[in-house]
Every structure is written in structure tokens, then in C-alpha cells.
């Protein structure tokens, strides 16, 4: 039984989220996708990505940075920038107060796999087949680090607060959370936008294929970005309301070659840290997507949990694998979920647990437990 | 060809570029836009533009005076 | 080892470094950097790690004398990247200068790792798209595609030491990811959350960057001069420096040997321009790191700046500690002018070099240093160390997208007692 006793959220909460996603642009759509169950898949055009290595992939819809975002400020601009640079504006027309202090205690923290790869390789390439090595274009060298998604956001939207860009391959996201959190704690801002993007390219899509291993059936490539707005529970903006209370976050590596072991003590310390049981979970939203190699994460899961918890639609099987920003759209996907759940369908005090977890091929291995207001919305 | 290579950066009609119009102040240009219209000129027209000539460079003018010297070197 | 986001009742612990590992153009290990810092080495050379012959220039900063087999035991040798494998390198180095095996990090409860970096697997992305070029993408070397991620650098170095109960993270906030590294470690050991933490920084030389920064016209002829009136850019390094914090109580506790205490840092964003960096930002984040270590700008006897030598940054910085430290900024030192800019490692390092200048009583000397530029108007200890009562060091680093990192160290005991012989173990190392 869940020992933390309702009521007021002690620890912090996520006030507001967005994404881009291969249902298309902004919360609604996103939301509408996950409760229809709509597959995104399709196969990539080569006259838009040239010759990639994947028969489908999950796309965000007719998304051209310039056409989304306007010219200003967003030449030469990269796919996976101009994803969150979106998702960041979709969020803030659902938290429009937070760049009012001249954005000095808002801080954001994304998740990124290595950037954007096609855009180190085209530059790479230039300097190979140039007349001169130098002769790369220019307007490509402000995506030439890891952190250009993070700081562009900031620059367009005026937040000023501290910036931070991790890499952690899929559990990129629940670390973003954790710094976040971390941030709050250390009251080095008073919120944090927490959030992560993935671009689909032909380098990622080779990158991809020849980093997995034959055997694997992996699931098809997804692209996108999703936000969430972290505040600290007593300082909430005006016309916000908890839409879930972070109890723990926890993560390990697993240096054994056996993430499943790695993951249930991971899973019994993020449990043991909210004060709650496996029976408290409502949801339990798995990284694995239809036909990845991570089964063994779904099978713990619903060793621990039980199959229906682990029932609900696992979000990479509508929208691909999203890799870096695999673990905030898991979260996204849970607050969806909730907010279409039935009434009835909730914990004794209308509260409700849900759980996140996600395992990286190169050993990488996080948690989070949610809990969801009956109050929320 | 040098004025289509600064319209292009400076993303200006043709029409928009007179000779003396200062790209930072009147077009609002910034130092990456700098480097982009000299690269782009150094690869189009096989020329080296050294620093010190780069920041000469404030306007069509002078990107075309400062071109004929550097061909003639 | 789960961080619950409750507080340990208010109680902030201090955090300190006990010890430190070191790839650089001037030495490896603790014990030959902190000589060649002394001494006012350049690292200098043409850079060789991959085939520069058509660059217009081409001098740089390598690590020497470095076999990744010296210091990978457990992982494959061909899954560990040139990045991951110094970053592995250097953490080793600090451990074994801290006097901590890894059967000892596996005893204690929960750890954190922080490995910062600019390129990450960058390097080996290149060869990819070198491979790929005449064959096409068919022909990809799968050996070089799988170690791409950054997240490599963190993950697999908790994986070689075999820490499983930790928080592993590469941070990517370029030219400024050490501080950002070394300040969350300060965060996760502060709050009692990890035991002692793994941080610094790690790049390796590759071509993208430095076919990005002659483009913008960033890199200098033969040496990088910060803070000269005839300085014409910067010189690319690679390296790694890692450090190893503890709380002192613990630390004090096991006897550890204690270089400095990490007070503070602060971050910001410029949110102003791509590559540029803004006064009034860059001097408010050195104001968030002050007050964070709870102290006033007169209490900072140096700054270990960020000093790359380029026109815009030298200036900028040198005008934000005017306006933040009253127009009497202390002496700084710029040790890229030694080292190069390491990019990731770069603030790791400029790090390092201030917590040997706090424990050791020296200024390292900003080298290759002709005539001050009145612009920037500092003491930067030109060519010489000097002997020097360091307190307290602050130590900046800006990075593109004005990912500003400020950290502040100071001398662990409040008052500098000079060692009266130096700890044997750095002697030894490499």
C-alpha cells in the first residue's frame, strides 16, 4: 500500500508538456493518436532521404523547419533543433507566464543521442570532397555541437536560465528528468523545461542498421520531441495544475551483460524510494516497442506488475523507436493515457501510480514512478 | 554573381541590395552571415579572402572592391 | 541509491577533490602536468591524428604516449571509442591519485558520473563517413557506427570499473561541458544523493572541427596568445580531465589527501546568439557561481579563464570580470595557451590546473604572451608561474549556444599551508 500519504505533492511536478511527433504537431494530436492506437509507420521517400536503410519509418507529417518555424533566425537550422524548437513553442501556449521574468529562472534540459548526425556527416563529407578542407558551409557550423537543440531553444524563446544538453542513449529522457529535478532541488531554477529529440535522417538510418545486431527484429526508426514543464510543488504557475508529481527517479548500469537484473533493482529501489508496493502501479509504460530486444523488460514488467498494467499501448509501437526522446514520450504517453482513463479505473484515492522504464542497448538502464492526481484536469 | 551570393545570405530581393546598404546595420547581418558570404564567395570564385580583408567587407561595395585585389594578387 | 527529491534535511555537505587524472598535450598524469604547468610548457605540434596535409593551418594539441590497451581491462578493446577510452584513462589516473581501488567505489552505497563532451563519438563518425565515401553507405564499418553515441564516454567507463549503482550521464554542452560535469557532480555528492562522484571532460581531435573552425576563421597560425594584442585565434587540443569528489567528511575520515573544495558553480544562457557570447550574461553566471560558493568577488585571488585567444571571446570575458570583480579583476591564468582548446575537456582541465594552483601555491602562466591587449586589461601571469597565496579560484568556461559554466574552488582548509613534500604517487604516475 502506497505509505506516501495524499494530498499536497511534496516533490516535482509536471505542470505541462507538448511534443512533435509522427501523430503531428502539438498535445492535441499527440493525445488523439495515442487514444485511437493509430500506427505512424511509412515508407521513407527517397526523393526526400535518399537511399536509407530502413522499408518504413515513423515521420512527423510534412515538417520542414522553415515552413513550421519562419525564416527568422532559422537558417541552416537541423531537423532535430527545429523539432524542439516547436515542441518548446507548443508547450509555452500552455505555460506562456514562464519567460515573464525575462526567462533568468527557467532552465531547460534535453536528452540528445550525438546531435544531428546527418549534419556532422555532411560537414565531414564537405571537408573530404571540397576543393579545400575548409570549404564547409558556414551556415551549418552552429549545429556542429551537441548542444545547438538546447541553446537554440533558449534563443527562441528567451530562456535564460541554466542549459544543459545528456547524452544516455533511451534513458536520456528520465536523466533529463533527473537533472531537472536535481536543478529544482538545488534551487538553481524554478522550473526546468525537461525534454529530448531525435531526427530521422539517412545517417541515423544507416547509423542504426549496422549498430544492431543481425539478429535483432528491431522495431522501425521513429523521429521527434517531446517537453515537459518541471516545477517545484510549491511554487506552480497561475492556471496550472499538477498533472503528475515525480516520487523517484533512479538509474544503473548494467555491467554484467544482463540489463534484466539490472532493471528489477532498479525497479524495487524507485518503488522502495516513494514508499510504495509493485500493486500500487496503475500503468506501467515499458521503453521496448513491438519486436525490439528488449522483451525482457516487458515480461519483468508484467511479472511485477501484472499483464494489465502493462496493457496499455506501449507508445514506440505507434511512434518508432525515438531513441534519445524515447523515455519523455513514454511519459507523455502515461498522461495521456490518464486523462482518457475512466473514472473508475483509479486507485481507492483516486490516485494513481505509473511507472517508466527504460533499458539501452549499451548498458544504460533508468526508472521513474509517477503519481497522477485524481485533481489533475 | 557576388550580389545573388549576398542576397541569398542576407535572404534579400535583388532589388534590395544597393551597393553602399551596410549588411550589419541595414540588413541586419551578424558575424556567421560574414563568414558565410566570404566562404561562399572563396568557393565560387576560387579566391582566398583574408581576415583582415573580411572585415572590411560592410557592403556590396566594398565586397567588390576588395575582389579585385585579391584577384590581382 | 534513489534520489527521492527530499532534501537531506537542509544539510549541505562539502564536497571536495581528492583526486585527479590528466591526458594532455603537455603530460599525462597529475604529477607531469602539474611540472609542465609550472614550467610554462606548450604542447604544441602539427596535428597528425588524422590527415591535415591540406589545412592552411595545422598546428595543435595531441596526447602523446597513449594505448588505450594500458588502461581497458575489462571492456573490447574495438567497442570503446578514442573519447571513451580517455575518458577511462584519466578516471583511473584520478582514482589511483586519490588512493581508491574500484573493489573500494563497489563498498560504498551509490555513485555519479559525468563525463562532458563536445564531439563524443564524433571521431569515429568521420571515419564512417570516410569509409562510406567511395563505396557508399552499404559499406559502413559497423565497428566505428556503434561508437557513436556520447553516451558512451559515462556508460562505459562505469562499465570497465564495473560500477553498477550509479548515475551515468555524458553532458554535452560543448567547450563548457567539464564545469557543467564536475558541477552536477558537486549537486549529487552536496545533497548527499551520491557518495563521491567521476567527473570531467573528454574530446579527441577530429576533422569536422577543424574544418568548422578555420571556416569561421577561429584558428591561429603557430600559437594560441589569450588576452594579446597579436593574438589570431585559437588551437585545437584534445585530452581528458577527471576528477574524483567526495564529501570531506569522508574524505577526511579515510585520510585522503584533499587538492581543494568544490564551493560553487553557476550556469546560465546567453539566449542571444549561436556562437557569440554577451558581457552581461557571461558576468551573471559568474555572479550565480560566486554566491553559490557563498562569497564576494574580492575573495577570488584567480581565475583559471576560458581565454581561447580568438578576438570576441578574449575580449568579452575579460570586459565581463571587469564589470563583475569592480573593475580590479584578479591575476588569471588562460592554460589553453599551454594545452590548446580541449574542447569538453577544456574547462576539466582548467579546473585541474586551479586545484594544483590552490594545494601547490602557484599561478601556471599564460604562455606565448607578447604584449597585453589594453582591450583586456589583465594580469594574465604572462610566461612565468609565479608562487602565489591561491585561496580561492574561480575557473569559466563559455561555450557555443552561450552555454556559460562558472565553477568556483577553494583551498580546503580556508588558508593555504604549502605541502612540505610532494605526494610521492603523482610522481609515479605514467
Known amino acids: ?15 505541462a508538456w507538448s511534443a512533435v511527433s509522427p501523430f503531428g504537431l502539438g498535445r492535441e494530436s499527440f493525445e488523439l493518436g495515442v487514444s485511437t492506437g493509430r500506427t505512424t509507420a511509412q515508407r521513407p521517400d527517397t526523393g526526400v532521404w535518399g537511399v536509407v536503410a530502413d522499408p518504413v519509418a515513423h515521420l512527423v507529417p510534412d515538417f520542414e523547419v522553415r515552413q513550421v518555424l519562419g525564416r527568422a533566425g532559422t537558417r541552416g537550422l537541423d531537423r532535430a533543433t527545429g523539432l524542439v524548437v516547436t515542441a518548446v513553442r507548443e508547450l509555452l501556449r500552455h505555460a506562456p507566464d514562464i519567460v515573464d521574468d525575462s526567462g533568468l529562472t527557467t532552465a531547460v534540459v534535453l536528452g540528445t543521442t550525438a546531435g544531428s548526425a546527418q549534419g556532422y556527416a555532411d560537414v565531414t563529407r564537405a571537408s573530404l570532397e571540397g576543393r579545400r578542407p575548409q570549404d564547409v558551409p558556414p551556415v551549418a557550423l552552429p549545429n556542429m555541437a551537441m548542444n545547438r537543440a538546447a541553446s537554440a531553444s533558449a534563443i527562441f524563446h528567451g530562456l535564460r536560465g541554466p542549459n544543459s544538453t545528456l547524452a544516455a542513449g533511451r534513458v536520456s529522457g528520465l536523466l533529463a ?77 548494467d555491467a554484467d551483460g544482463d540489463p534484466v537484473a539490472v532493471l528489477r533493482s532498479c525497479l524495487s529501489a524507485v518503488l522502495d524510494a516513494a514508499g510504495a508496493s509493485s500493486a500500487d502501479v496503475w500503468a506501467a509504460m515499458p521503453s521496448s516497442c513491438g519486436g525490439t ?27 518508432g523507436d525515438t531513441s534519445a526522446a524515447a523515455s519523455v514520450f513514454q511519459i507523455a504517453a502515461l498522461l495521456s493515457t490518464a486523462q482518457h482513463a475512466a473514472v473508475g479505473d483509479r486507485g481507492p484515492d483516486g490516485d494513481r501510480l505509473a511507472l517508466v522504464s527504460a533499458v539501452d542497448p549499451d548498458g544504460a538502464v533508468a526508472c521513474a514512478l509517477l503519481r497522477l492526481p485524481s485533481s489533475g484536469r | 554573381m557576388v550580389r545573388e551570393i549576398i542576397c541569398n545570405v542576407l535572404e534579400l530581393e535583388e532589388g534590395e541590395l544597393s551597393p553602399s546598404g551596410r549588411f550589419r ?41 576588395i575582389l579585385e585585389t585579391a584577384k590581382a594578387r | 541509491m534513489t534520489s527521492t527529491g527530499v532534501s537531506t534535511n537542509g544539510r549541505r555537505r562539502r564536497v571536495v577533490v581528492t583526486g585527479m587524472g590528466v591526458l594532455s598535450s603537455i603530460g599525462n598524469g597529475v604529477g607531469p602536468f602539474t611540472d609542465a604547468l609550472r614550467a610554462g610548457r606548450v604542447g604544441t605540434t602539427d596535428i597528425t591524428r588524422f590527415d591535415t596535409r591540406e589545412f592552411p593551418r595545422r598546428r595543435g594539441h ?29 578516471t583511473r589516473m584520478a582514482m589511483s591519485d586519490a588512493g581508491l581501488s574500484t573493489s573500494e567505489l563497489h563498498k560504498r552505497r551509490r555513485g555519479f558520473i559525468a563525463v562532458g563532451t563536445t564531439d563524443g563519438g564524433v571521431p569515429d563518425l568521420d571515419g564512417v563517413v570516410e569509409a562510406v565515401l567511395p563505396g557508399g553507405l552499404e559499406d559502413m564499418p559497423a565497428v566505428l557506427a556503434r561508437r557513436v553515441p556520447a553516451s558512451q564516454l559515462s556508460v562505459h567507463l562505469a562499465r570497465e570499473l564495473g560500477l553498477r549503482n550509479v548515475e551515468a550521464v555524458s553532458i554535452a554542452t560543448a567547450c563548457a561541458a567539464g564545469n557543467y560535469a564536475i558541477g552536477a557532480g558537486l549537486d549529487a555528492v552536496r545533497s548527499g544523493e551520491a557518495d563521491y562522484a567521476l567527473v570531467g571532460g573528454a574530446d579527441v581531435l577530429c576533422r569536422k572541427t577543424l574544418a568548422g573552425f578555420t571556416r569561421l576563421g577561429l584558428v591561429a597560425e603557430e600559437e594560441c596568445r589569450p588576452f594579446d594584442a597579436g593574438r589570431d585565434g585559437l588551437l585545437l587540443g584534445e585530452g581528458a580531465g577527471m576528477l574524483v569528489l567526495e564529501d570531506a567528511d569522508s574524505a577526511r575520515a579515510r585520510g585522503a589527501r584533499v587538492y581543494a573544495e568544490v564551493m560553487g558553480y553557476g550556469l546560465n544562457c546567453d539566449a542571444h546568439h549561436p556562437v557569440a557570447p554577451e558581457r552581461g550574461s557571461v558576468g551573471r553566471c559568474m555572479r550565480l557561481a560566486l554566491d553559490d560558493a557563498g562569497i ?8 583559471s579563464v576560458h581565454g581561447t ?86 575557473n569559466t568556461a563559455l561555450a557555443f549556444g552561450g552555454n556559460n559554466a562558472v565553477l568556483v574552488l577553494g583551498s580546503p582548509d580556508g588558508r593555504r599551508t604549502p605541502p612540505a613534500v610532494r605526494n610521492p604517487r603523482e610522481e609515479q604516475l605514467c
Open chain 1, 177 to 253: 528528468l533527473e537533472q531537472g529535478r536535481r536543478m529544482l532541488a538545488q534551487h538553481r531554477a524554478d522550473r526546468v523545461v525537461v525534454g529530448a529529440t531525435e531526427e530521422y535522417s539517412q545517417a541515423r538510418s544507416w547509423l542504426e542498421h549496422h549498430r544492431r545486431r543481425a539478429c535483432d527484429e528491431a522495431a522501425a526508426l521513429g523521429e521527434g520531441s517531446a517537453v515537459l514543464l518541471l516545477e517545484r510543488p510549491d511554487g506552480i504557475g497561475a492556471e496550472r495544475t499538477v498533472l503528475a508529481e515525480v516520487l523517484a527517479v533512479t538509474s544503473c548500469v
Open chain 3, 296 to 303: 564576494t568577488p574580492e575573495d577570488v585571488d584567480l581565475v
Open chain 2, 25 to 65: 546595420e541595414d540588413y541586419g547581418a551578424d558575424s556567421m552571415n560574414a563568414v558565410e558570404i566570404q566562404s561562399q564567395i572563396e568557393v565560387a570564385l576560387d579566391v582566398e579572402i583574408e581576415r583582415d580583408d573580411l572585415r572590411r567587407m560592410v557592403d556590396l561595395a566594398t565586397v567588390l572592391a
Open chain 3, 62 to 90: 595531441q596526447v602523446a604516449d597513449f594505448e588505450p590497451g594500458d588502461w581497458i581491462h575489462n571492456l573490447p578493446l574495438d567497442e570503446v571509442g578514442p573519447a571513451a577510452a580517455f575518458a577511462i584513462a584519466a
Open chain 3, 309 to 394: 585567444g580568438t578576438e570576441t571571446n578574449d575580449i568579452t570575458e575579460a570586459q565581463a570580470m571587469h564589470d563583475v570583480f569592480d573593475a580590479k579583476p584578479p591575476r588569471v591564468t588562460a592554460v589553453k595557451s599551454m594545452i590548446g582548446h580541449t574542447m569538453g575537456a577544456a574547462s576539466a582541465l582548467g579546473a585541474v590546473a586551479a586545484a594544483l594552483a590552490i594545494h601547490h601555491g602557484f599561478v601556471p602562466p599564460t604562455a606565448n604572451h607578447r604584449l597585453t591587449d589594453p582591450e583586456c586589461a589583465l594580469d594574465c601571469t604572462p610566461n612565468r608561474s609565479v608562487a602565489a597565496n591561491v585561496r580561492i579560484a574561480q
Open chain 1, 1 to 15: 500500500m502506497l505509505s506516501t500519504e495524499a494530498g499536497a505533492p511534496r516533490r516535482p511536478v509536471i505542470t
Open chain 1, 293 to 319: 530486444p528488449e522483451t525482457g523488460e516487458v515480461r519483468l514488467l508484467e511479472d511485477m506488475f501484472g499483464t494489465e498494467a502493462v496493457s496499455r499501448p506501449a507508445i514506440g509501437s505507434l511512434i
